[in-house]
């Protein structure tokens, strides 16, 4: 796929890239015979769920209740999950295991969303570009992204691999709330913005789209 293409020639060639967002969590497993704490570190997130590295191994189907911290100071959240899958680490120390989230209540939602799709940053131009990643469907909230930009907004899309119709409207309303943007730009579309692109005028709002897969 052409959103895996570039990561692969970019670390062949050295290129500046983008790689896994950093935070510190702690996994509290809930056992048969007790409670057991180990701190873990997030190698993947999303809305679903999260791939960790851990120390010890935990039971496939086993219930676990993970704190999840942010070093900006953003108060801490908790997500009941179930572990899916494990395996030995590949550096061959610890296991990494896959958990499926359990009931995410609004505040673990809100962050989780926050954390693993999108991130905003300011380019030495002067531009805002945000990252937007994974799949835009129902409960999926852009809107609360509006109030963080303002001036001119690059958006790269190379990361957004589904979006249904309820995702679609999602989206408009946030290039809609973009009261305080005044020039917006699209690059690095993926195939899965493109085709809802060509077939929904409201999605490319104002904007304008640079490059694309």
């Known amino acids: 796929p052409g959103e895996e293409l570039f990561h692969k020639i970019a ?3 050295g290129l500046p890239r983008r790689s896994s967002r950093r ?3 702690e996994l509290r497993a809930e056992m048969g015979t007790g409670a057991a704490v180990q701190a873990g570190r997030v190698l993947d997130l999303s809305p679903d769920g999260a791939r960790l590295a851990l120390e010890r191994p935990l039971l496939i189907g086993q219930e676990v209740r993970m704190r999840i911290t ?3 100071g953003t108060a801490p959240v908790v997500a009941r999950a179930k572990v899916v899958w494990a395996k030995p680490a590949e550096a061959g120390v610890g296991i990494t295991v896959g958990v499926q989230f359990v009931g995410l209540g609004d505040p673990a939602r809100a962050l989780i969303e926050d954390l693993s799709m999108w991130e905003v940053r300011d380019l030495p131009d002067g531009i805002q570009q945000v ?3 994974g799949d835009f469907r129902e409960h999926t909230d852009l809107v ?3 109030p963080k930009l303002a001036g001119r907004v690059e958006f790269d899309l190379s990361w957004v691999r589904y979006i249904n119709s309820s995702g679609v409207r999602h989206w408009v309303n946030l290039l809609r709330a973009l009261k ?3 020039d917006v730009s699209f690059v690095r579309c993926s195939v899965a913005f493109v085709t809802q692109a060509s077939m ?3 999605v490319l709002g104002r904007g304008r789209i640079e490059s694309f897969h």
């Open 131 to 133: 990252i937007l990643q």
């Open 70 to 72: 942010t070093p900006d």
């Open 11 to 13: 670390h062949l060639l």
């Open 23 to 25: 935070m510190d969590v």
């Open 180 to 182: 305080n943007v005044t």
């Open 200 to 202: 929904v005028p409201e």
């Open 144 to 146: 609360r992204l509006a």
